[in-house]
């Protein structure tokens, strides 16, 4: 196994990769710095793109361009203009609830949750975004802050936890109707160091969860238990995503602790790839709107 740095820019808080099959490309985002990022390995190129508010997760679009999930909804974003156009809202987002990790199902869906603000309150939601829709349909509630959606392989079980709880959450999924049922808990990162982040599910359907705080990426077999943890440089790992021609490096942005006021290391926010783990991971749909 090896764990290396890759040359794209350092982000404030570094969440939301995104390999894109098609185009052999990462996209990621800076939350804070307000950025879509683009990084492809064959050519070493970086792209950036800004966007007008706080950024909780994107994904690209099966007709070009890519969404975001800016603090007030679901916007559009044109990669050839940077222009962002608003596409789908819900009435409880507001000053103090706000969109965040979001990820597309496999059929063309966007799953999306919103968080608290002040992270006190479990006042977020998932929604689902239909493609071709400008609703925001919410599918459960009770959640103080979204983060990690992710499928099984048979798109059975849907996961997705709340990090202020600590807690990863298993439910059937109805890929046919986009629809959740009998959430309950799958894993506990209480005594992991840290919260659960950005997670993705490999092709064996292990569950792969970033441990923010904890300096750690977790695997957890499919009941629950834990099947390996791979040590990380940084404290503030954010998310995870496998990539590359053949889905077997592991990407994973990170946070700088500089946004919370704390000394920051001066890699943190940097972006690194796992290689050599053993493990594929599965193709990302693009969003079918």
Known sequence: MNISKINTPLCMVGEGPVWDIAEQALYFIDILGKKVLHFHPASGETRNWDVPDIIGSMAIRAGGG?????????????????????????????????????????????????????????????????????????????????????????????YHADSIRKIIYAYNYDIETGTVANRRSFASTENLGGIPDGATVDAEGHIWSAICEGAKLVRFRPDGSIERIVEFPLKLPGSVMFGGPALDRLFVPTLSPAFMGREADPLDGSTYVIDGLGVTGLAEPRFGG
């Open 66 to 158: 890519a969404i975001v999930a800016l603090a007030n909804g679901v916007h559009t974003l044109d990669f050839e203009t940077g222009t962002c156009t608003m596409l789908a809202s819900s009435p409880d987002l507001n000053d103090q609830v706000q969109l965040a990790d979001g990820k597309v199902d496999r059929r063309g869906r966007f799953i999306v949750g919103s968080s608290d603000r002040g992270m006190k309150e479990a006042r977020g939601k998932l929604y689902v975004l239909e493609p071709g829709s400008t609703q925001l349909r919410a599918i459960d509630d009770d959640i103080f802050l979204a983060n990690g959606p992710c499928w099984s392989p048979d798109d059975a079980t849907f």
